[in-house]
């Protein structure tokens, strides 16, 4: 895919994914659905790390597969002047540069937003890191795990006796993704819409979760109270669980309005608590959470997943099977919309990968290839956007700068 190709409501915006892992080039990920032409830049020894990260088919990444989608892949040795130089002339030619180097790194690589933008002042510059700018842990390293955990999510996560709970995916890093992701189209709105510069936008890995995660903080601020794991439930509604259906699978269930929850009671054949105080009224409903769950419980261990879920469906109750990876491919659902399309792919043949999201009505996103070769298109955008000719990208491959 080149540039010229892209179509989309971003096609003529170029973006030059230099970050690594997983929540800088997420964002590049949403917008190269979406039309922009997206330039991944890799250290020529490997790599991105995630070209490794997680299950591999053959050898082939399969997260970078879907992560890498619709980029195209050079390769610059960024420790190397010759390298960063290549990366200076392709982010002179962009409206969006992602970094998540160092703070120090980039500083002493010329590569921080003053001297990036000094060459190009529309740029935007996204940089991710694991603290943010400014503060004592500003240069220290950091991973979505730690993200998970400061931001207090692992600390809700997981039973009342139990310990604190990570999440077996890239929590914090989709998080701080998607928030850098419409920060982009703000930044690129103040400069377009408006008449604006470019300017450096600051993301970290805990402070878009621990923005979901608000409530504790409120709670402590002005109560003085320490929130605590509670397993399925949640204190703002009830009933509110996970329970187990009679051959052995599980379904979830929300009462978090007091309609619905009036009527799974009168689903499960207790139209009498819908009167008692105890349950009718909902900051006493979760005074006795405990006693709805045992209802709830106990009704679902008699029946079948596909018997229960048949009598909720019927009573508008909101309920849903929790699933795993088949049964998210078999959905009835998912499968009207082709949630998980089959992508062709030169390494595996072909893979179902997430469509994009959300759906558009006039401009659709478009996966047009998975995640490429390392530097594949190495040739392609250093003749296209540096006018650099064969001579030049053997006298850099010699010197081990591609």
Do not use: C
């Amino acid at each position: 895919m080149t540039g010229a190709a892209s179509t989309g409501p971003l096609a003529g915006l170029r973006v030059v994914d230099a970050a690594t892992l997983a929540a800088g080039p997420l964002i590049a990920t949403w917008l190269g659905e979406h039309g922009a032409d997206v330039i991944k830049v890799e250290q020529p020894d490997g790599g991105d790390p995630l070209r490794q990260w997680g299950a591999q088919r053959d050898g082939v990444g399969l997260m970078w597969k879907s992560v890498s989608r619709n980029k195209r892949s050079v390769t610059a040795n960024l420790r190397l002047e010759a390298g960063r130089d290549l990366l200076r002339g392709l982010v002179d030619t962009a409206d969006v540069v992602v970094l998540n180097l160092r703070p120090s790194t980039l500083e002493r690589w010329g590569l921080d937003h003053a001297s990036l933008s000094a060459r190009n002042p529309g740029l935007v510059t996204v940089h991710v890191t694991g603290y943010g700018a400014g503060g004592p842990k500003s240069d220290r390293p950091g991973f979505g795990t730690l993200g998970e955990a400061m931001s207090g999510f692992a600390h809700l996560t997981g039973h009342p006796d139990g310990p604190p709970t990570l999440p077996s995916f890239m929590l914090a890093d989709g998080v701080a993704a998607l928030t850098a992701t419409w920060a982009v189209m703000m930044a690129l709105y103040h400069r377009d819409a408006r008449g604006g510069s470019g300017q450096l936008i600051d993301i970290n890995l805990i402070e878009p979760l621990a923005r979901l995660i608000e409530q504790p903080v409120l709670t402590y601020d002005q109560l003085g109270a320490v929130p605590n794991r509670t397993g399925n439930r949640w204190d703002i509604s009830a009933p509110r669980n996970t329970y187990r259906t009679a051959d052995g699978h599980w379904l979830a269930m929300s009462g978090s309005a007091p309609t619905i929850a009036m009527r799974a009671l009168r689903a499960v054949g207790r139209p009498d608590l819908t009167s008692d105080p105890r349950f009718a009224e909902a900051q006493q409903r979760l005074k006795h959470a405990g006693e709805i769950d045992e209802v709830m419980a106990d009704w679902i261990a008699g029946r079948t997943l596909e018997e229960a879920m048949a009598v909720f469906e019927e009573a508008d109750v909101a309920a849903a099977p929790v699933y795993d990876a088949p049964q998210l491919l078999a959905d009835p659902q998912l499968v009207a919309r082709d949630t998980y399309p089959r992508v062709a792919d030169d390494d595996l043949g072909e893979m179902r990968v997430q469509a994009p999201v959300p759906r558009f009505s006039a401009t659709p996103g478009r996966i047009t290839h998975l995640g490429p070769s390392l530097g594949a298109h190495t040739d392609e955008v250093y003749r296209e956007l540096l006018g650099l000719d064969d001579a030049r990208l053997a006298e850099l491959r010699a010197q081990e700068v591609l």
